[in-house]
C-alpha cells in the first residue's frame, strides 16, 4: 500500500483553503468543508437555528444559497447541498494517539483561522453544552473557538482526521467527531432527512481481555426484562461482530424504527443469542 508523504502545515493548509467553507445562517456562523460533488459537511448545531432555505456557504471567495440535505443531531452533524465546484477533501479514519493535527476555521468570523496541535485521545465520550453525550470523538489540544465549529481537522497529509465542534471547559482540551463517524453518516444523509438510532437500555464499558482483545459488556440496564443483564459480554449485534461501544451504536442506527434485535453475548461463560427490545420513540 502507498503511503501519502507527510507535508508541512503550510503545504496542507494550502491544499485544503479551497474545500473549507464559511458557513453563514440568520442565526449565527461557522464553517464547513466539502465532501463530494456539491456537498459539503458541518455540524448540526451551526445549522440547527436556520430555516432550509436560509443558509449560505462561502467557499473560495464566493457565496453560495445551501440546502440542508439531512441531519444527525446525535453527532452534530448535517450535509449541505450548494452549486460549488470545490474538490472534496478525504476522510481518513485510521488516526494515531500523537500525530500532529491543524485545524481551519472560522472563529468569531475570521475567516480561515488556522491552529495546530496533536491528536489528544481517540473514542473519547464527551459531554456537550445541552448535556448530550457525544460517542466515539477525538481529542485533541489544537485551539478550538466558537466558529471552528464544523472545519476540517487534518493530518499531515491533508486528510480530514475529525471535526472539530466543542472547545473543552479546560485549557488544551477540545474534541473533534472522528472521520469514521463522518463516514459512516454522509450516505445516510444523501438518502433521507435524519438519521436517528434505537436505544438499547444498558450502559456499555470498553475493556481489553488479558491477551489484549477488546470487548464490550454490559455494566448496567434500563430493565433486564428487555433482554440483556449486567455481566454480558456482547460479540455480535444484529449479525455484525462487535468489538467497541461504536459498533453496537451503528447497528442501533440500521434498527430504528424496529422492536428487537438479535444479540450474541457471553454469559456466565455461555454463548447464547438472546432477543433484545429496543426503544425508538425517544430517539432524537
Known amino acids: 500500500m502507498v503511503t501519502k508523504r507527510l507535508k508541512s502545515v503550510e503545504q496542507v493548509v494550502a491544499a485544503a ?6 458557513v453563514i445562517t ?3 456562523t461557522g464553517s464547513g468543508f466539502c465532501v463530494g460533488p456539491k456537498l459539503f459537511i458541518t455540524n448540526f448545531h451551526v445549522i440547527n437555528d436556520a ?11 464566493k457565496v453560495f444559497n445551501a440546502r440542508i440535505l439531512g441531519t444527525a443531531e446525535e453527532v452534530d452533524l448535517a450535509l449541505l447541498y450548494c452549486d460549488s465546484t470545490a474538490p472534496k477533501l478525504s476522510l481518513q479514519k485510521n488516526v494515531s494517539l500523537g500525530e500532529a493535527c491543524v485545524a481551519i476555521g472560522s472563529p468569531g468570523g475570521l475567516i480561515n483561522t488556522v491552529t495546530r496541535g ?10 456537550g453544552p445541552d448535556g448530550r453525550l457525544f460517542e466515539h470523538v ?14 476540517p481537522l487534518l493530518n499531515l497529509r491533508g486528510e480530514v482526521i475529525g471535526m472539530p465542534f466543542l472547545g473543552g471547559a479546560m ?6 467527531v472522528s472521520a469514521e463517524m463522518i463516514k459512516f453518516v454522509i450516505p445516510h444523509l444523501r438518502k433521507q432527512t435524519t438519521l436517528k438510532r434505537a436505544r438499547l437500555g444498558v450502559s456499555l464499558l470498553e475493556d481489553f481481555s488479558a491477551t489484549g482483545s477488546q470487548f464490550v459488556k454490559i455494566v448496567r440496564t434500563a ?12 460479540t455480535k449485534f444484529n449479525g ?45
Open 17 to 22: 483553503l479551497p474545500s473549507t467553507a464559511y
Open 26 to 28: 440568520s442565526s449565527g
Open 51 to 61: 430555516a432550509h432555505d436560509s443558509v449560505k456557504v462561502r467557499c473560495n471567495e
Open 118 to 127: 496533536v491528536v489528544s485521545g481517540l473514542a473519547r465520550a464527551a459531554y
Open 138 to 151: 477525538l481529542q485533541t489540544d489544537a485551539v478550538i473557538n466558537p466558529g471552528n465549529s464544523g472545519g
Open 171 to 176: 485549557q488544551g482540551i477540545n474534541y473533534a
Open 223 to 234: 430493565d433486564e426484562k428487555r433482554g440483556l443483564v449486567k455481566g454480558d459480554v456482547v
Open 240 to 284: 455484525s461482530q462487535v468489538s467497541r461501544r461504536i459498533d453496537i451504536w451503528y447497528e442501533l442506527c440500521a434498527l430504528f424504527g424496529t422492536g428487537s434485535a438479535k444479540v450474541e453475548v457471553l454469559r456466565g461463560g455461555q454463548r447464547r443469542t438472546v432477543s433484545v427490545k429496543l426503544d425508538s420513540t425517544n430517539a432524537n
